[in-house]
């Protein structure tokens, strides 16, 4: 029998179960590079980057939080040698078709964010697919940032909205924030409470910046593929020490 390390099935008694965040969001740098330090072609990086997502979205179940989003191709990765591009274009549809039998029997809830119509059709038709069968699961809601850009997103919305008042159905005064999120590609997802990026880049890349405005950054230098649950509870641990004063006095204790 493989025992699993029961140390890592269940959540580290160290985290307190309250202080959770509800939505991880992660920024999965470092295929390429952790390839790279191997003598191996970057699309091995991305092969074992899958791995270790399907790996953090059973922790983020197993350890009761609730939604989980990964930036897997950005509207800038469009620029990389057309092989890899291909590549992970097949990768996704890909893992989609196996995935999607145990993401049922887990009761994800996938939904995927981005400019989807650019896509491969035959990747398109896996995305509907997998969103329409898992709608109404009730476990985990896992979205994947697939061709995402948070500026074309906000263009987009920026785009419906104007033509809701060209049309008359609203009027300029009544966009407020909650109007606007109706039209972002997250609509009806809650903003991440925490955002890791791995590979030690201190940045954003495009990436829901609309959402993260109160987003508490975890940045490690372990490359994606090696992300693993003991990397997740060092950033939960991380996050548990945050003093979250959404602009406001530190509450007193
Ligand atoms: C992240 O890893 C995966 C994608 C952007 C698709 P990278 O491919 O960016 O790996 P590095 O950053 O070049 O090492
Ligand atoms: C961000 O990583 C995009 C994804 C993880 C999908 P990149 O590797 O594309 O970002 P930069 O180029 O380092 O900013
Ligand atoms: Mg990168």
Not at 5 to 27: G, W
Not at 126 to 140: V, Y
Request: proline share 4%.
């Amino acid at each position: 029998m493989t025992a699993k390390p029961t140390v890592f099935s269940e959540l580290p008694t160290d985290l307190n179960r309250d202080r959770l965040p509800q939505h991880v969001a992660v920024i999965m740098d470092g295929n390429g590079r952790w390839a790279q330090r191997r003598g191996l072609p970057r699309i091995m990086g991305h092969r074992r980057g899958v791995d270790a997502l399907k790996d953090l979205l059973r922790c983020c179940r197993d350890w009761g939080v609730g939604a989980l989003t990964a930036y897997a191709f950005s509207t800038e990765n469009w620029g990389r040698p057309l092989e890899e591009v291909d590549f992970l274009m097949t990768l996704f549809e890909r893992i989609l078709r196996q995935e999607l039998r145990e993401m049922m029997a887990e009761g994800v809830r996938i939904r995927f964010v981005g400019n989807l119509q650019a896509l491969p059709p035959s990747l398109q038709l896996e995305i509907e697919r997998s969103m329409q069968e898992t709608a109404n699961n009730q476990g985990i809601e896992f979205t994947v940032a697939t061709n995402y850009g948070g500026r074309q997103e906000i263009m987009q919305a920026c785009r419906a909205i104007a033509m809701q008042i060209q049309q008359g159905h609203i009027q300029p005064e009544d966009i407020d924030e909650a109007l606007f999120e109706q039209h972002l590609y997250t609509r009806g997802i809650a903003d991440p409470d925490l955002l890791i990026r791995t590979s030690g880049e201190m940045r954003i890349s495009n990436f829901l910046l609309w959402q993260v405005a109160y987003a508490e950054i975890y940045v490690t230098e372990t490359f994606w593929p090696d992300f693993d649950r003991a990397e997740f509870h060092q950033a939960l641990s991380n996050y548990q020490q945050r003093d979250r004063r959404f602009g406001k006095l530190k509450a007193k204790s």
